[in-house]
């Protein structure tokens, strides 16, 4: 794993909404381990997407 220091130079692509979409209903189908599709959904931008609709969601 890269120092902290060279982690927030890197550039994060957005997330795609759908492709975290069809990584959820790979595992929905049995195709895909959980631990497979939670670390697809991490690396894809779960986390920023529900971020964004969290805040979104408590100032509208």
Known sequence: MP???YAATMDK???DPAKLLAFWMEWE???TTPGT???N???GGLR???EK???E???G
């Open 3 to 5: 120092p902290a220091r």
């Open 13 to 15: 692509p957005v997330p």
């Open 29 to 31: 189908r049995g195709e």
């Open 37 to 39: 599709v939670l670390k």
């Open 41 to 43: 959904l991490k690396t």
């Open 48 to 50: 920023d997407v529900l």
């Open 53 to 55: 609709l969290a805040a």
């Open 57 to 59: 969601t408590s100032t």
